[in-house]
């Protein structure tokens, strides 16, 4: 994010499981339904399998779970569909699962940032209201997801 110190940007809080992520609103491309399926079975514990967005088949991600955690796809999860940034052209979107309905948010240029710990695919922890939230490592995820051969 580049810092202006008049500018605003609107940010989307992403419900997970356990936590909140906050992304920038470029960052995402849809929101759409979660599609049920059957998990791949030989990969990764992140990975959930293959969905269908605009013709395209994408990796689906759960975010919980590629920072150790469990699992969790709860009854109200939606998937988000996000750019990757890392200008691949096997990788132009991830799929992640989410646990209800983003929120947008206005963030001024000065996040406060938390201390608390993180994962390995989050680069710092801040407030947004009463919330804490975290700022993902996308490009991170992008490459654990070409490493693992699932582009």
């Not at 995402?28 to 599609?35: G, K, M, S």
Request: with cysteine.
């Amino acid at each position: 994010m580049h810092e202006h110190s008049t500018s605003s940007l609107t940010g989307l809080m992403l419900p997970l499981a356990d936590r909140y992520l906050l992304l920038p609103n470029v960052a995402v491309a849809e929101l759409i339904d979660y599609q049920r399926g059957e998990p791949a079975s030989d990969a990764p514990p992140w990975y959930l399998r293959q969905v269908t967005w605009r013709n395209q088949q994408l990796p689906l991600i759960s975010f919980e779970a590629a920072c150790g955690g469990p699992l969790a796809v709860g009854d109200r999860a939606r998937i988000v569909v996000l750019n990757a940034l890392g200008g691949r052209p096997e990788l132009k979107f991830i799929a992640l699962v989410i646990q209800g309905i983003p929120r947008s948010y206005k963030l001024d240029s000065q996040l406060s940032f938390v201390d608390v710990p993180l994962c390995r695919f989050e680069k710092a922890a801040v407030q947004v209201g009463e919330w804490v939230a975290r700022v993902p490592d996308l490009l991170g995820l992008e490459q654990l997801v070409l490493e693992s051969g699932l582009a």
